[in-house]
């Protein structure tokens, strides 16, 4: 066993090589150690098997190969390892399971590491293929987050995967989560930026236009007596004022 002999009257036998084997005697050949086992010996009577975490694709190997890191092989006997499938992955060699990627993260098909969600992105499953994009209104400003933060009153977030909230400006502004920011209506204003509502315009005083800043005094003869006017009114023929911004007219004297 673990030798042959292949010509006529040969006084001695050859050993098997490696990747080979030979278990009968009187034999004129030895036989291939199949894909899945090798011999790294001589004159062998078997082929030894891979152990789960490597494999032998050919035929007559004297080893057999870890499996690359990024892949994984759980049985013995093996010709191939198997690819981490995608939201799975395996830093090391040589091994028989691949690791899940955390929530956060998610990973493609034979990949030795999850990758981080960007900024702008989440992910609140484990063993994902892909990071998904945080909606309008609201945002993520790390990496590997597994939720976006809704956009405070005064800001906004016009487009998906937004890594960051914009500031309403003047004139304008917003309530919690959303995609843009909103004029201030007629008769109100406001001339800070980042407000979650508009001031009233006070009497006397008036805002003809959406998004104004300021409102504006009515001029001499016209008052508001209310606030949050978006025009002033003219007083009756028979009173009169004769200054800005007045909330009531005034009795002509004669």
């Not at 990747?19 to 090798?38: I, R, Y």
């Amino acid at each position: 066993p673990g030798k042959f002999q292949d010509a006529e009257r040969a006084t001695v036998c050859h050993d098997c090589d490696a990747g080979w084997h030979q278990p009968l005697s009187s034999a004129t050949a030895c036989l291939v150690c199949e894909a899945g086992t090798f011999q790294s010996a001589i004159a062998e009577t078997t082929c030894d098997i891979c152990t789960p975490g490597s494999f032998s694709q050919s035929r007559n190997a004297t080893g057999c190969l870890n499996c690359n890191a990024g892949s994984h092989q759980p049985l013995s006997s093996a010709t191939a390892c198997l690819a981490c499938e995608a939201g799975s992955f395996q830093t090391a060699v040589a091994q028989i399971v691949c690791d899940t990627c955390n929530p956060g993260s998610f990973s493609l098909p034979g990949d030795a590491a999850c990758t981080n969600c960007k900024a702008g992105e989440f992910q609140f499953l484990p063993s994902q293929s892909s990071c998904l994009d945080c909606e309008l209104g609201t945002f993520s400003p790390l990496q590997a987050l597994t939720t976006c933060t809704s956009c405070e009153p005064g800001t906004f977030a016009p487009v998906t995967a937004s890594p960051n909230c914009s500031v309403c400006l003047a004139g304008e502004y917003s309530v919690a989560r959303e995609s843009s920011c909103t004029l201030c209506s007629t008769g109100k204003f406001t001339d800070r930026t980042g407000t979650s509502a508009c001031d009233k315009c006070e009497a006397g005083s008036y805002a003809r236009f959406q998004g104004q800043e300021k409102c504006h005094w009515c001029p001499p003869g016209f008052f508001t007596e209310k606030t949050g006017k978006a025009v002033c009114l003219p007083c009756p023929h028979d009173r009169v004022i004769s200054l800005f911004g007045m909330s009531q007219c005034i009795d002509c004297p004669y």
